[in-house]
């Protein structure tokens, strides 16, 4: 993020901005937020390209499941933090991503610009992996557009289709990890999972921001064989604001 030229004032060594007449409440808190914001800093100082980086590295810390991959999938790769942890942990392992958005370029990476949930995308990321994958993540999230349940329903929609597509084809004793919202992952999302993999946990890492709806599940181990389940009757448990774990 470019900060050069914000006007603002320090208060204690915390940024102020000035709320300029374009500039919404909103946006001002944005802007506030992330020139406070240690891990926006912190991505800045490693030559990470988003603060999300931090989230992957703690959920790695804890459940460790870089070190062994051999071929990675990100869904919703912009602007590439994900990507750069892999690329950095995992030098030589393929890497494909895909994103709504363009993606500068990184090295090793292969980057789709287009709809996950397009019909052909998943042939298209399995054909340029050239295998199949032992590690999928997913931080994908809808745009919000403001109303609570249509927002967690689109985002959630999207997490479906993520475990659809790992249940599919990751390698046995595979790992996925997908950004999930109001807390987890609904019961009959849940049960899939549970089905398909020998480890299910949620956790929030430390940089993901408290005030935030997002979780992420952790699931491990992937059975040798797919269980068929129906998803239905969505079922949303909250959890609590912290890096705990839960099955
Ligand atoms: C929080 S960002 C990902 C940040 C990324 N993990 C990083 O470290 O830089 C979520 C991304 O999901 C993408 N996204 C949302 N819906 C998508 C879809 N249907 N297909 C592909 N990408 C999608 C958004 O465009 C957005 O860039």
């Known amino acids: 993020m470019k900060t050069k030229g914000t006007s603002g004032r320090s208060f204690g060594g915390r940024q102020k901005v000035k709320t300029a007449k374009r500039r919404s409440a909103q946006s001002t808190r944005w802007l506030e937020r992330q020139l406070n914001d240690p891990y926006v800093k912190l991505a800045k100082a490693q030559g990470y390209r988003s603060r ?6 703690e959920l790695d810390e804890k459940f460790d499941f870089i070190r062994h991959s051999k071929a990675v999938v990100d869904l ?3 602007p590439g933090g994900w990507t750069q942890v892999i690329r950095n942990k995992r030098p030589n392992a393929p890497i494909v991503g895909i994103d709504l958005l363009p993606v500068e370029p990184i090295e090793g990476a292969v980057i789709f610009e287009m709809d996950f949930t397009d019909n052909d995308a998943p042939e298209k990321i ?7 994958p032992d590690l999928i993540i997913s931080d994908m999230a809808a745009n919000t557009v403001g109303h609570k349940q249509t927002d967690h329903l689109r985002t959630m929609g999207l997490v479906e289709m993520a475990v659809d597509f790992a249940v599919q084809h990751l390698v046995v004793g595979g790992t996925f990890i ?3 919202f109001a807390g987890g992952t609904d019961k009959a999302l849940l049960d899939i999972l549970k089905a398909n993999f020998t480890s299910v946990k949620h956790a929030k890492p430390p940089a993901s921001r408290k005030g935030s709806v997002e979780w992420y599940v952790i699931a491990k181990g992937k059975k040798e064989k797919a269980a068929d389940q129906f998803i239905d009757n ?5 959890r609590e604001n912290n890096f705990g774990e839960e099955d």
């Open 52 to 57: 999300a980086a931090f989230k992957l590295l």
């Open 76 to 78: 919703g790769i912009a």
């Open 126 to 132: 399995l054909e340029a992996l050239g295998q199949m």
């Open 178 to 180: 997908a950004k999930v």
């Open 234 to 238: 969505r079922e949303i448990d909250k």
